[in-house]
């Protein structure tokens, strides 16, 4: 399978524990996103990357938020401290560079539940 | 960004077609209507998108208004494997996708 790979589906932890996601983007797909996602609401932006350099994070929900893309292919998202308002589904999409299309491909997610 | 305005949900009976509305009245003229789709328990899934002119490929067809204010989906033939929820999506370039509320479209059988 080539598509977007996110690793674990499920994550249950507690609160204040630290958690970290991983995306596999579709290879030479040099764009990386994450988005967040709560129950009957639509996806989240919450950061970019373009192969190693991270250009959006403002969205970032806030400073207990991190992601990193060190070599330009897969990404995680690290959430410290977590609170149960932290519970989502965690979504991770990549495209090509072509501005033109740019479609994004999205992963089927991981879904965290802070107990 | 430019907003989307979509009805909550909709009802389709299955083999029959589905039209979709979609309302952007403060579209740019950079914007292109991009449209997704979630179903239950995966991550959305692209389905079409276009400028200015109508646009057809294996999935669906997508109808633009001539003043680009509004635009429709149309999946020709709903099947039960379509119910899902469809995002309309203003995007002007290659960064983030911001959806709405979507609409959930129910097909039945």
Known sequence: DTGVSQDPRHKITKRGQNVTFRCDP???????????????????F???FQNEAQLEKSRLLSDRFSAERP??????LEIQRTEQGDSAMYLCASSPQRLAKNIQYFGA??????L | ???TTQPNSMESNEEEPVHLPCNH???????YIHWYRQ?????????IHGLTS????????????EDRKSSTLILHRATLRDAAVYYCILKWAGNMLTFGGGTRLMVKP
């Open chain 2, 54 to 65: 109508n646009v057809n490929n294996r999935m669906a067809s997508l109808a633009i208004a």
């Open chain 2, 25 to 31: 009245s403060t579209i740019s003229g950079t914007d």
């Open chain 2, 1 to 3: 960004d430019a907003k």
């Open chain 2, 39 to 47: 179903l239950p328990s995966q991550g959305p899934e692209y389905v």
């Open chain 1, 46 to 48: 919450l950061t970019y």
């Open chain 1, 26 to 44: 579709i290879s030479e797909h040099n764009r990386l996103y994450w988005y967040r996602q709560t129950l009957g609401q639509g996806p989240e």
């Open chain 1, 71 to 76: 070599k330009g292919s897969f990404s995680t």
């Open chain 1, 109 to 114: 997610g991981t879904r965290l539940s802070v």
